[in-house]
């Protein structure tokens, strides 16, 4: 049986790059998410993210293919169910790296799932991380940022929150939490 796992934080925390470290263990694996957001010049079909239309997305919900799903800053983002299932019959860590509104979806479906909220240092680092990352206009950065705060009420709801302060501090904390030698 594998073992599900939850990551949320607001945008720029660093789930990517924390998910991307785990994701060197053989045994764990992430669920590459569906979303109607276009895709950032270093994103390629299928890795990062399914890249699809309004209708392809609205169909998906309409087949039950996706375990959750959610609009985050006006895109779409879905957890295709497939996958997820295909993942927990065999013996693999599998890393939803998913926002507050999916996570308490999937809270509800899978009890058994371990939730992990990562939060930045102070609100300055956050926001210096999202300026660095420089993948989004300032618009759609000024709407993130507002979407954090609403994003840390839920925090609680989680079954462990890592302050992504050093990088490698927190790979190894999450690491610890899922008993990854
Ligand atoms: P998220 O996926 O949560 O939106 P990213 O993983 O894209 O966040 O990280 C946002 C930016 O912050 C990236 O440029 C990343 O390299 C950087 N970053 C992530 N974690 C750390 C850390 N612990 N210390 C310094 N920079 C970090
Ligand atoms: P980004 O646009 O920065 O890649 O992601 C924006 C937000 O959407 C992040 O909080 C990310 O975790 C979340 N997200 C990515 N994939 C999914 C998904 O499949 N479902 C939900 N609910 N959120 C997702």
Same mark, same amino acid.
Request: hydrophobic share 35%; proline share 4%; glycine share 4%.
């Given at each position: 049986?594998?073992?599900l796992v939850?990551?949320?934080? /607001? ?14 263990e ?12 276009? /895709?950032?010049y270093d994103e390629?079909?299928g890795?990062?993210?399914?890249f ?8 998906m ?8 799903y959610a ?5 779409y983002?879905?957890t295709p169910?497939n996958?997820?299932k295909e993942?927990?019959?065999?013996e ?6 998913? #926002? ?8 509800e479906?899978? /009890? ?7 939060? /930045?240092p #102070?609100? #300055?680092t956050?926001?210096?991380r ?5 993948t989004n206009k300032?618009? #759609?950065?000024?709407?993130r940022l ?5 994003e ?5 709801r ?10 490698d ?6 690491r610890?939490i899922?008993?990854?030698s």
């Open positions: 049986m594998g073992k939850i990551i949320s934080g /607001p945008s720029g925390s660093g789930k990517t790059t924390v998910c991307k470290l785990l994701e060197k053989p045994n764990v694996k992430k669920s590459v998410s569906v979303t109607t957001r276009p /895709p950032r390629k079909n890795e990062s993210y399914y699809v239309n309004n209708t392809e997305f609205k169909e919900i309409q087949r039950g293919e996706l375990a959750e609009t985050y800053c006006n895109y983002y879905g169910l996958a997820l993942a927990l019959k065999k693999i860590i599998y890393l939803l790296e998913i #926002d507050v509104q999916g996570a308490i979806q999937i809270m479906k899978f /009890p058994e799932v371990i939730s992990i909220f990562l939060l /930045p #102070d609100k #300055d956050l926001h210096n999202l300026i660095k990352r420089n300032k618009k #759609d950065m000024e709407v507002k979407t954090a705060a609403k840390l009420e839920f925090k609680d989680y079954n462990y929150c890592v302050i992504n302060d050093n990088l501090t927190t790979v190894n904390t999450i610890k899922l008993n990854i």
